[in-house]
């Protein structure tokens, strides 16, 4: 039995607000929340996040890697250098074990 590898993209439109309180303005973070993923982009937007260019430059980093045979990568890729600041909350680790601050 193989196991499938799956990464997550979240929106959230208010950063002010604690991530498990927040929501994306339709789905609240506690129900988009997927146990187990990868990695979790937290991309500040409201329920059309892959829309945004955050979460489009993610999708790309990770369908790049996967076509050069990389199976992980670290949190930092997921960073998009132009987003800094206070609200951004770029990656969350799995299970928020604080990977980066």
């Known amino acids: 039995?193989?196991?499938?590898?799956?990464?997550?993209?979240?929106?959230?439109?208010?950063?002010?607000?604690?991530?498990?309180?927040?929501?994306?303005?339709?789905v609240p973070y506690s129900r988009a929340y997927l146990e187990g993923a990868?990695?979790?982009?937290?991309?500040?937007?409201?329920?059309?996040?892959?829309?945004?260019?955050?979460a489009i430059l993610a999708v790309r980093r990770i369908l790049h890697a996967n076509a050069a045979g990389v199976t992980s990568l670290h949190p930092?890729?997921?960073?998009?250098a132009r987003k800094t600041g206070d609200d951004a909350t770029p990656f969350v680790g799995a299970h928020h074990q604080g990977l980066i601050n």
């Open 1 to 26: 039995m193989s196991v499938l590898a799956y990464r997550s993209i979240t929106g959230r439109n208010d950063p002010a607000v604690a991530l498990e309180a927040s929501m994306d303005g339709v």
């Open 38 to 54: 990868l990695s979790e982009l937290i991309v500040t937007s409201g329920h059309g996040v892959q829309e945004m260019p955050e």
């Open 76 to 80: 930092d890729a997921f960073l998009d």
